[in-house]
């Protein structure tokens, strides 16, 4: 039996990763893979002590890292259940049907891509619509595009689009985008970028093969078409909590609800990252509350001991 179960191998896990290994604990990090949301960020400036880097190059060093302390790495599968158990003990599947023991857990799962839900979207998935422009927009060089969305996620796939297509359209639901002034301005700049706003997409149009173009309506219900080669949903996530118990308290958008320490309302387990209900959603964020839930884990095992 594990001491401690990390689920998730992005900012949140892979700190708390390194933590727990500087503990001596015996634990185990399942992950389907390393890097998560934080290699499919863009550029990334407000990392502390490094003035420039990308999302990829800091996943890979956040994972490089974690990785030097040798830990067990239960890789290449989704955490499936999260069960506790009468005598105080976690009972953690995996989508393999194997079962992982440990006396704690702390969930780092973070979050997934919300999608548009209109006709289309489901067929055309990775046939032109994308949800990661990062992995996904190189393919796009020299074509049309279209970002749908109005916060930072949206602003940095149409940012780095611009510089990929020919041309970039914009479809935001509201009349001015949500995400940093910066980003915004910079956007702005773009003589390849042409902004739509209070328009709502209500179909991925397509040749039976590709994505062809998008239909929106605007704000006075008059509904339009626009031809484009690729389309890149960027209109919020939805945490990854599917696998939690159902006594777990979360908050009205499904987070999971913590205490400054970490601690869930389940005595135990532990909570970290994007699938906690915190405010804003960083990487350095992530990366302490990481830090912060693992050492909380450290007090709870050693009362258990005590």
């Known amino acids: 039996m594990y001491d401690l179960i990390i689920i998730g191998g992005s900012a949140a896990g892979a700190t708390a990763a390194i933590y727990a290994a500087r503990r001596g ?3 185990a990090v399942i992950a389907k893979d390393f890097g998560g949301e934080v290699a499919l960020s863009g550029d990334v400036d407000n990392w ?5 880097t990308t999302g990829i190059e800091l996943a890979q060093s956040f994972t490089e890292h974690m990785k030097s302390y040798n830990p067990k790495l239960i890789e290449g599968f989704l955490t499936t259940k999260i069960e506790k158990r009468t005598d105080g003990t976690f009972a953690v599947t995996t989508d393999d049907s ?14 997934h891509s919300r999608e548009l839900g209109v006709p289309g979207e489901k067929e055309y998935r990775l046939k032109g619509v994308s949800y990661c422009t990062v ?7 020299g074509k049309k595009t279209i970002t749908i969305g109005g916060g930072n996620s949206a602003l940095e796939s149409a940012l780095m689009l611009s510089d990929i297509a020919t041309h970039v359209t914009v479809i935001n639901k509201n009349a001015q985008f949500k995400g940093e002034k910066v980003l915004v301005d ?3 700049k773009k003589t ?3 902004i739509v706003y209070e328009a709502m997409t209500t179909e991925i149009i397509g040749d039976g093969k590709f994505a062809t173009g998008v239909r929106y309506k605007t704000k006075d219900g008059v509904e339009h078409e626009i031809a484009m ?3 890149f949903v960027h209109i919020g996530q939805t945490p990854n909590t599917q696998m939690l118990p159902a006594d ?5 958008a499904g987070y999971i609800k913590i205490e400054l320490d970490g601690a869930t309302s389940v005595p135990g387990l532990f909570a970290a990252g994007d699938v906690t209900h915190s405010a804003h959603k960083q990487i350095v964020i992530a990366a302490g509350q990481g830090a912060a839930a693992c050492l909380s884990a450290v007090q709870y095992l050693n009362r258990l001991t005590s």
């Open 98 to 111: 194997a079962v992982h023991e440990a006396k704690a857990v702390l969930v780092a799962t973070g979050v």
């Open 48 to 52: 502390p002590g490094i003035k420039h």
């Open 192 to 194: 390849n970028v042409n």
């Open 248 to 252: 777990v308290k979360k908050d009205p």
């Open 229 to 231: 080669d690729g389309a």
């Open 135 to 141: 992995c996904d927009g190189p393919v796009f060089q």
């Open 186 to 188: 910079n956007l702005l």
């Open 25 to 27: 604990l015996h634990f």
